[in-house]
């Protein structure tokens, strides 16, 4: 919805605030900024929820409370009634309103009734004490950094580099004060680790299968509930294919858009799935040789991820969501999580139960700062605001009982949500094998090439006052067995790669970037009718 900053206490200086809340313009659309003694609060606002009125930052109607929010409560309708039904008295149409009334009502229990991608900021006035929140899974960001006399805010790292200080990040599901010196104390008020404990585990397949339906409807049902166009990020692969299909039925007024090269086996089938459910569809096509220094550069300084293999997708997922934005879509929804929640990596199917699950539940806690990020940083700099459906905490909370059994089952991952969906999935969708988008099309080995230098890039943005760049965790829980601890271990005595680890690495991305250049060479000249057909 939007990038938020603030600045509280007596040193808070106007001119550093404006240069937070100018580093946050693409984000939004407007600037709005509210100028206090010693509290400085404004947002760069993507109009989204009551386009007009929903003003921020966001004031209480006896003023004590200023709100500075980024993202959408899903359910603020329900929630209006009910505060309604108690007596509040709505301004607008807007979610923003809601938000501060039910905090107002029920305090720091408001966020345990919120159902959304959110983080925000609620101020009292008269004391500069501010009240942190972060949504569940982490969709949305927030960071803070101390200075003498001052506590800065702001959805972004970029934001806060300039005050040269530590900067600190509000996990996923956290919340908590700050006090006018500045001490943060945040505490979980939702543990993901003991979502669905205490439930019993569903292992009937019909009966997972029709919950897994509802769950995920019921998601991008909410995330559509909205008169602006709807875009799609499609991969051609199972999730992605299935967000689609969902939102093309409640949303009819949706755009379909991919990116990867123009003969890869993903952009057929998505061309082919968009022309079948009769869906506007927007190819980027993009070749290795596109990929220059520049764009490793650009994605790096916008994404401001800390593991290799993240900032390699984050690459291919800006000239996506600048398609977007050139299309006039601000609201996207994206298949992101459902590899994570469904047993879509092999991981958890190579170890025992328990160690599997304890690999989902690392996967699952670790998303605010890997995948989500990247969706959130690459989206919400082009200015448009990706949602994530297969991560709604109702559909987190069914996975967290299905067993291992229903998620792969006869050699094929995401079993239960093929099964669920297998009457309306076209056959060519879903027997089709996972097949990460940059991979498969060979931009992931392009951009290889430059790996060497993420973590000076990453350092050159000043992004290491949150956290250095390091190792793909997955890469050193392969190489760990799948052993959980012991890759934890591994991760933090050797957090970065070795020179001669990236020499490695580097020799084989330069022989995969010359094979094609030798196949033109030496190859026989391709005719017309040598074309390959869509799959099917």
């Known amino acids: 919805m939007c990038g938020i900053a603030l600045s509280i206490g007596p040193e808070a200086d106007p001119v550093l605030f404006r240069r937070m809340l100018a580093i946050l313009a693409p984000r939004g659309e407007v600037t709005e900024a509210r100028y206090e003694a010693g509290l400085l609060a404004g947002t760069r606002r993507l109009r989204v929820v009551d386009r007009e009125r929903a003003v921020q930052p966001w004031t209480s109607t006896d003023e004590r409370w200023l709100l500075c929010f980024n993202g959408e409560i899903f359910n603020h309708r329900e929630l209006r009634a009910k505060l309604t039904g108690l007596g509040h008295r709505f301004r607008t149409g807007s979610d923003t309103e809601v938000l501060l009334a039910a905090f107002e009502r029920w305090g720091e229990d408001a966020v345990t009734r919120l159902r959304g991608e959110y983080a925000f900021t609620v101020v009292e006035r008269a004391t500069g004490r501010a009240y942190l929140a972060r949504d569940p899974l982490g969709v949305k960001p927030l960071y803070w950094a101390r200075k003498p006399g001052c506590l800065h805010l702001a959805s972004e790292v970029k934001a806060l580099v300039g005050h040269g200080a530590p900067i600190g990040e509000v996990p996923p599901g956290h919340h908590g004060w700050a006090d006018a010196n500045g001490h943060v104390r945040l505490r979980p008020y939702l543990d993901l680790l ?70 890869s086996p993903d952009v057929a089938y998505a061309r082919r799935l968009a022309a079948d459910l009769g869906v506007p569809h927007e190819v980027v096509e993009l070749r290795p040789r596109d990929i220059r220094l520049t764009d490793i550069r650009e994605a790096i300084r916008i994404s401001e991820l800390t593991e290799y293999g993240d900032i390699i997708n984050a690459v291919v997922s800006v000239p996506l969501f600048r398609r977007l934005r050139q299309l006039g879509v601000k609201v996207a929804l994206t298949g992101d999580g459902s590899d994570e929640l469904f047993g879509g990596y092999p991981m958890y199917h190579e170890v025992g139960p328990a160690a599997s699950r304890r690999l989902f539940l690392h996967k699952i806690r670790n998303l605010g700062r890997t995948e989500l990020q990247r969706v959130d940083r690459t989206s919400m700099d082009l200015g448009v605001e990706a949602r994530v459906p297969f991560l709604d905490l109702s559909v987190v909370e069914l996975a967290m009982r299905l067993p291992l059994a229903l998620k792969m089952r006869d050699g094929q991952e995401k079993w239960i949500v093929r099964r669920a969906f297998a009457d309306v999935l076209p056959d060519y969708i879903s027997q089709r094998p996972k097949n990460p988008m940059s991979y498969s099309s060979g931009l992931h080995e392009r951009v290889r090439l430059y790996k060497p230098l993420f973590a000076r890039l990453h350092r050159s943005f000043g992004y290491h006052l949150l956290e250095p760049v390091r190792r793909d965790f997955d890469n050193v829980l392969t190489r760990c067995g799948n052993d959980l601890d012991r890759a934890i271990a591994h991760g933090i005595a050797r957090p970065d790669y070795t020179v001669l680890e990236h020499a490695r690495d580097l020799v084989g991305a330069a022989k995969w970037n010359a094979a094609p250049m030798v196949r033109r060479l030496v190859g026989p000249r391709r005719t017309r009718g040598d074309e390959a057909p869509l799959p099917g």
């Open 194 to 263: 003991t979502l669905g404990q205490g439930l019993p585990e569903i292992d009937d397949p019909d009966e997972a299968a029709l919950l897994v339906r509802a769950a995920l409807r019921d998601s991008i049902r909410m995330r559509v509930d909205t008169d602006l166009t709807v875009g799609v990020v499609l991969s051609g692969g199972l999730d992605s294919s299935l967000a689609l299909l969902h939102v093309r039925e409640l949303h009819p007024d949706c755009v379909a858009v991919t990116v990867g090269v123009p003969d």
